[in-house]
């Protein structure tokens, strides 16, 4: 599986900024897909994710400002990121956790990041 992301920049504080994953490849066996982050300095963590049949887990520092969706016809996976602060600042991962049953391993695939810069 190969993830493709796109949509990352700078942005002021309180503005917005869309991140889109494109995934190709064994995509019929991908369970879910999501984003996390890694801030300098601080262990990558969960941003949202969307399983296969549309159940969604948010990380607390997503809630009430993202949204996570997916378009299955494209096998593309968007972050909607609203009211940002410049905690938000981090480089942004795109992942796809596969169906064990269906595949052998890796189960996990990465994008190569895209960086999200927030300023005050």
């Known amino acids: 599986v190969q993830l493709v992301e796109s949509g990352g920049g700078t942005v002021q504080a309180g503005g917005s900024l869309r991140l889109s994953c494109a995934a190709s490849?064994?995509?019929?066996?991908?369970?879910?897909m999501g984003w996390f982050r890694e801030a300098p300095g601080k262990e990558r963590e969960l941003v949202a994710r969307?399983?296969?049949?549309?159940?969604?887990d948010y990380g607390d520092s997503a809630k009430g400002r993202f949204t996570i969706s997916r378009d299955n016809a494209k096998d593309t996976v968007y972050l909607q990121m609203n009211s940002l602060e410049p905690e938000d600042t981090a480089v942004y991962y795109c992942?796809?956790?596969?169906?064990?049953?269906?595949?052998?391993?890796?189960?996990?695939?990465w994008g190569q990041g895209t960086q999200v810069t927030v300023s005050s």
């Open positions: 490849g064994k995509t019929f066996s991908i369970k879910s």
């Open positions: 992942n796809a956790d596969m169906d064990p049953k269906e595949v052998v391993p890796p189960y996990r695939y």
């Open positions: 969307i399983s296969s049949v549309g159940i969604i």
